[in-house]
């Protein structure tokens, strides 16, 4: 292993730690300077919207958790069948769906999954293959409403997917790909130089959500790390390359869905 190898190892192996005593004389975090937040949800693009039914509840009524969780496991191979919207609708809300709002100058959201801080930095982009009323597309998840948003309209996004998955085509054609996209400076703007360590804790909250939610209504599920940075966030419309802009976003965690096999 070289020095510059060597190095980059060390410096991410710090992400894992927590506070100690290196950190009293660190600048403070823009919440201890009264600095504004910016918003908790990423505003919505105004165009089509779907609402989400919310007849869920029956879907996975006789699944007990003891069973999801020794029954989880990644799935890679899928049912050539489309998901239905209440399935689709019960995994959008059992992964990020909002259960409250909190404070009024910064406000912050009460969600199915803990965040650090409740500060919840992921946004929900689908790209929809198969699910019953929904046109091939990609879309927005909107938890304060529960609705989608069409965020981009069109079909022919197959090779370009595929690609920026680095040749998985199992997540590229499954019926639905979840990609988690985070907004970092939600997650800086209370913790620092401590966030990312957070941040990448509360990927793993939403993606095991998923996981056992898929178990729960016969749907398979498997998370993906490795993917092309530029070409996904490229795929998505978000700006290419670093950036220290309070807005800034980019992809994270992905997990294609699909029905198991019969």
């Not at 070289?2 to 992400?15: G, P, V």
Request: hydrophobic fraction near 40%; glycine fraction near 6%; aromatic fraction near 10%.
């Amino acid at each position: 292993m070289n020095e510059k190898t060597r190095y980059e190892i060390m410096k991410n192996r710090e992400l894992l730690k927590a506070y100690h005593a290196a950190d009293a004389g660190a600048e403070e975090t823009d919440q201890q300077q009264k600095l504004p937040s910016i918003p908790c949800l990423l505003a919505g693009k105004g165009t089509d919207r779907i609402k989400l039914p919310r007849n869920f509840e029956t879907l996975a009524s006789s699944a007990m958790v003891m069973e999801l969780i020794r029954d989880r496991e990644s799935r890679r191979s899928y049912a050539d069948a489309p998901l239905t919207l209440p399935e689709l609708s019960f995994l959008l809300w059992c992964t990020q769906g909002v259960r409250r709002f909190a404070g009024h100058k910064n406000p912050v959201t009460f969600r199915n999954v803990p965040s650090a801080g409740s500060r919840h930095t992921f946004e929900t982009f689908l790209f929809v293959n198969q699910v019953e009323g929904l046109k091939k597309a990609v879309y927005h998840y909107l938890p304060e409403t529960h609705e989608l948003e069409l965020w981009e309209d069109r079909c022919d996004f197959d090779e370009e997917l595929e690609d920026a998955l680095c040749g998985q085509r199992f997540a590229a054609s499954a019926p639905v790909l979840f990609v988690w996209a985070s907004v970092p400076y939600r997650m800086e703007w209370r913790y620092g130089l401590k966030a990312a360590k957070y941040l990448l804790i509360d990927a793993g909250h939403v993606c095991e959500n998923l996981y056992l939610a898929c178990e729960a209504i016969g749907c398979g599920t498997c998370a993906v790390g490795a993917y092309d940075q530029d070409r996904m966030d490229d795929l998505l419309g978000f700006a290419p390359g670093p950036s220290a802009d309070r807005d800034y976003i980019c992809t994270v965690y992905m997990a294609p869905v699909g029905k198991r096999p019969v």
